[in-house]
Structure formats: C-alpha cells, structure tokens
C-alpha cells in the first residue's frame, strides 16, 4: 500500500509496514541519536547525496541504478530530476525516502541519516509515488481520514486541514464522492492532497503530472508553488515533461545513473544559444521535418505549428541542405529552451537507441478517402451522458487528434470507435465497417495500443508477438515473416527471450506498436502512447507515426502532451462529452493568439478554448 505520508519502516532494504508500526513508533523516530544534534525546522537542512551507489540484480545480471551519485539539494525551493527512461530518478527518490538503502555512499535528509534513521525522516517528509494508492471504493473524504490515521493528524485539526487542501486542489464539493469516480486529474490532485494531510518539510513527487490534462497539469504547479511559497516546503520533484522543467528554480540532470549537470534551467538554456532556429518552407509540416533530420548540421528537428524548431550542431548560420532553393525558406534564430540542451546533450550519448523505419508491405487506401465516419455518437451510462452527440471525419493518411480534459468523454469516444464499447446511438463507420453490426470485422482492420502497456507481462517478447500474431488471425510463412519483421524493425531482438514485464519503458513501447502493427492495419488508433515517456523516445515514435502516415495509414490518437497535438493535421477538442472546436492546431492557435500579439501555443489554445466554453456554458 502506498501512502502518501510515508509511514515507518524495518531495516530491510526493501522496507515493509503497517499503521500500527507506524504509530508505536513515532516517539522514537523523533530522537537523533545520542551525540548527534537535533535538525532544527526552522532552518532545514539540505538534501545531500555523497557517492551514492544502487544496483539490482535483473535476470541474474547486476543493473548499476545510480553510480557514485552527488549533489546538494537546496531547502526551501522547487527542484527537478529529469532524465530519460532509467535514468535513474525512481531510484533516488526511494533512496531519499528511506524505501531502499545504498550500496554505497552517504544520504542526510532534513540533517538525518537515511540509512541509521529512516523513521525520522519518513516522520517529516511526503512522498508521492508514480501510482499512488488512492482507494476508489472510498469516497474522497474517507481516503482523507485513513492517510490522516496513517499519519497520526489529530482529530481536532483535520476538518480545517481538509478544507484547506481540498480548497487549494479546486476539490471542494466533491468530499462524498467515491475516488474511482473521478477524472484522472481529479485523481492525481486527490493524491497530492492526501501526501499533504500532515505537512511535509520535504515532498518528494515522482512524475505527478502524467497522463493528466494541461488544466490539472497547472493546477498541480499552482499547488506546488503555494506550498514552497506560503510554507516554505522543499520539494523534489521528477518529470518526463521538460517544459516543466523551466517552472523549477534548480534541475538536477540524470543520465545511466550519473549527474550530468546540476544547475538553473535558464543556465542550461544559455548553453545551446546561437544554436535553435524556427524553420519554414513550402512543404508540409512533416516532408519539413523529415528534410531537415535528415541534415547532418542538424541535431533535433520539432514539429511547431506551420514551422520546425531546429537545434543545430554548432552555433552561427543554419544553412539547410535538402530545402527548396530561393527566398521561399525562412530561418529564424529563437531564444534556446531548456528541452534544446536536453536533447542536444542526450542525442550524441543514445546515438545506439534509433530503430529502422517503419515499412508495411502494403499501403492503405488512398488519400483522401473517408475512412472514419462519425455522426451524433452517444455513450450513456444510465442517466449520464458520457459522449453526447459527437460527428467528425477522418481522412486516409490523415494523423486525427482526440483532445479533452480528463472525463471529457474523449477515452469512451476512442473505445466505441475501437469497437471496445457498445454505442447507444448515433452511427459510426471504421474502414467502411459499420461498428453497430460489424463491430468485429472492424476491429480486425485496425490496430490498438492502450495507454497503459496491457501485452501479457509473464510471456517473453516473442511469445506475446506469436500469440498476438495467431490472435490477428496470421499463420503460416506470413506469420513467421511477420515475427521477423517485428523482431528486427523494433530490434527487438536481444531481448526476444525477456519477459516483457522487465523491459525498459522505451522498449514496452516498441513492442506495443509491432503488435499493433503485426496484421498491417488500415487504421492505427493511439491511446497516449508516449505518456511518462522521455522525450527522446517521443520523438522516436513519432518518427515512426509519421511514417506510417506517409504510407496511408490512419492514425487517430489522444494526447495530453499538446507539442504531440501539433503533429496531428486536424484535431477535436472535447468538453462535457461534446466537441468544442475543431480545426488544424494552427487554426486552433490562432484562434487564441489575437490578443498576445504573437503565436499562441497550443497548451495555450487547449486551455484558453476549454475556458472560453466554459464561460459560455455557465452564461447560457
């Protein structure tokens, strides 16, 4: 059980507990022990790690978590740990907690050692994890009053203390709710809130913002700066979102376990000037990008709006190869970005991690062919409307995005479309099958990879590519083809005898997608795909996506990831089970940049669209 307060723990090195552990205790965690000076809350201390080591052993080999690790976390302040997948921040954060010792190496939280005294350090210290363990069959109230029991609150102070917190996450009103009924930001919030019962001097927050929408992804921030601001909390916090990592006063960057910098984002930044560019040219979007990857002066290529933001190699003049010749291409110089140097630092060490493209042996349709068709869908559960009334098209080759807050109705729209849920009314049309009667035979048309990684974790990667295979309906030499074709395009191989449960993230991704892929479908549908995802895996897979787009497929995608959006060449953006705009991201942008002067982006255009209607809805 994960709590948000972390209760008391034994000397195991993975630690173990219960409530009333925890509560006979509390007295002895509080005592430094003798000739050591007690840590005095009104200055807190620094975190500090002094060559700190963790390993594990995985499949009998030993995996070096973080090697010789050290730095001196600030109190008082926000401070990110960003790095990609297993770099190693999961790891230190539960090293910090208490929840496993070192190897090697020294840890002093709030001036206690996290080794000798883990129960004076999880006594002062909220942590909240990837999967915080929230109750859903208990109403939110009731999940309150048990991480309050877990952390001893008193009675007499909770209401207040509820009040408060519910008021700061925009969570009055919903006390007598049960937790399994709220969105996923509501959720994320809840959790936050629950870590936050007994205030923390240190909060440690592992990733908190994936997988919700940009509306709760602010009001966490918001939350977070109130609490170093108005209680002078110290927080650590991880992200796989590097625009977050901007909103942190200092960043500590993580690489296979090492520290590779440890200083304010804006300094990071100033390492790559003179070397990010805003590109444009009379191509489309993705023939821009895929022309300017593919020069050797060029280190990253992003898809922004009509343009590609480019960081160079070298700084001074950008002069594409590849590009139509003459005044038609424009080369601006913009001011560098944190995620600029991230990716510029990290490309030249993951150089090994690209994969061949994607090539199907047969390509879909042809473009400009109608191949979803949605009119006046309707998904009741009882008396709620969960989708009321939704119509778009999609196009062949087309990248289509589903937007919407968390319980917009976008989740249950994208599983009727997958033949997953029943529909109540309206008509709806995949590859030219009528999912009323055919759901089915559509659903053998397409290609399906879920949020979270849903293969069978017990089967190593080729049992689960053979069974998914068999399951497509492939037999045969064409079965056999198939499985090669997975194994080498994803290179997947190596770990072809692995279980699938102990691959890295990245590669979890990777074999989602070749099963998506096995029977070569028309459409591709994408339930946040990259969410928790570092951002040179996302780029990977989007190369990938826009491949695949190139050859004909249809993809129709969900993202609460808005610079993923501008990959998509038209977009809904749902509200309330409804469609509230739809349009290309620049139309959608635009229609929220007339009064900024300047481009708005599409965080801003999400945000500022779901407001607008909301205003619209309370005036009518």
């Known amino acids: 059980m994960a709590a948000g307060q972390l209760p008391a723990c034994s000397e195991a090195r993975t630690r173990r507990h219960t409530p009333g552990y925890l509560m006979d205790h509390t007295a002895t965690a509080d005592r430094p022990p003798p000739g050591e000076p007690r840590p005095d809350p009104a200055n807190p201390a620094p975190l500090i790690l002094d060559g700190v080591r963790k390993t594990f ?3 009998k080999q030993e995996l070096t978590a973080l090697d010789g690790v050290s730095c001196t ?48 350090i999880q006594a002062r210290i909220g942590y909240m994890p990837q999967r915080f363990g929230l109750y859903e069959d208990l109403s939110v109230r009731e999940n309150l009053d048990l991480y309050a029991d877990l952390q001893g609150v008193e009675a007499a102070v909770r209401p207040e203390r509820y ?35 007994r205030p923390p001097n240190l909060l440690l927050l592992d990733e908190p913002t994936v997988g919700v929408d940009p509306v709760s992804r602010r009001d966490l921030w918001r939350i977070v700066y109130h609490l170093v601001e108005a209680e002078g909390m110290s927080v650590l916090l991880s992200t796989a979102y590097l625009d977050e990592a901007e909103r942190c006063a200092e960043v500590v960057l993580l690489h296979r376990g090492h520290i590779l910098g440890h200083d304010r984002p804006e300094n990071f930044s100033r390492r790559v000037a003179g070397r990010t560019w805003l590109v444009r040219a009379p191509l489309p979007k993705r023939a821009l990008q895929r022309a300017l990857s593919r020069d050797p002066a060029v280190v990253d290529a992003l898809i922004l709006g009509k343009a590609v933001r480019v960081v160079s190699r070298e700084p001074g003049a950008l002069r594409p190869t590849g590009l139509p010749a003459g005044d038609a291409v424009e080369i601006v110089e913009v001011a560098p970005r944190f995620e600029d140097y991230f990716v510029a630092r990290l490309k030249d060490k993951e150089a090994d991690r690209e994969m061949a493209r994607i090539t199907l042996g047969q390509v879909a349709g042809h473009g400009g062919q109608e ?32 937007l919407g807050a968390n319980g917009a109705g976008k ?62 309906g492939l037999c045969g030499t064409r079965r056999s083809r198939q499985i090669e074709w997975a194994l080498a395009t994803f290179d997947l191989g190596p770990f072809a005898a692995t279980e699938s449960q102990r691959l890295p993230l990245g590669f979890k991704q990777r074999l989602a997608l070749a099963v998506a892929l096995m029977h070569e479908p028309e459409v591709l549908f994408l339930d946040e795909p990259t969410s928790g995802v570092d951002p040179l895996a996302r780029r990977e897979f989007w190369a990938q996506i826009n491949s695949l787009a190139d050859q004909g497929v249809t993809v129709l995608v969900t993202t609460h990831f808005m610079e993923e959006a501008e990959y998509c060449d038209r977009l809904v953006i749902m509200a309330e089970g409804r469609v509230l705009a739809e349009g290309t991201p620049e139309e959608l942008k635009e229609r929220c940049g007339g009064d900024r002067g300047g481009e708005a982006t599409m965080e801003d255009a999400f945000i500022g669209l779901l407001e607008t209607g909301r205003q619209a809805r309370g005036a009518a």
Not at 107 to 116: K, N, Q
Not at 445 to 472: C, D, E, P, W
């Open 73 to 120: 976390i600030r109190p008082a302040m926000v401070t990110g740990l960003i790095g990609p997948d297993g770099a190693g921040k999961t790891t230190l954060m539960r090293l910090c907690a208490g929840l496993l010792t070192p190897d090697a190496g020294v840890i002093r939280v709030l001036g206690f050692d996290a080794v000798r005294e883990p129960l004076a």
């Open 411 to 472: 989740t249950t729209t994208f599983r009727m479309l997958c033949g997953l849920l029943p529909i109540s009314s309206g008509t709806c049309s995949v590859a030219g099958v009528n999912l009323r009667t055919a759901a089915a035979a559509a659903r053998a048309r397409i290609g399906y990879m879920a949020q979270k990684f849903s293969l069978y974790g017990n089967l190593t990667v080729l049992h689960n590519l053979k069974f998914f295979s068999s399951a497509y």
């Open 57 to 59: 052993a995985v499949d």
């Open 371 to 402: 191949v979803i068709a949605v009119d006046n869908l309707v998904r009741r559960f009882g008396d709620f409307h969960a989708v009321d009334r939704v119509s778009f098209r999609v196009r062949n080759g087309e990248i289509f995005g589903l």
């Open 163 to 197: 009040r408060e917190l519910l008021a700061m996450a925009g969570l009055e009103g919903v006390g007598n709710r049960l937790a399994g009924r709220l969105s996923g930001g509501m959720k994320q919030k809840l959790g936050l809130v629950c870590t936050l019962v």
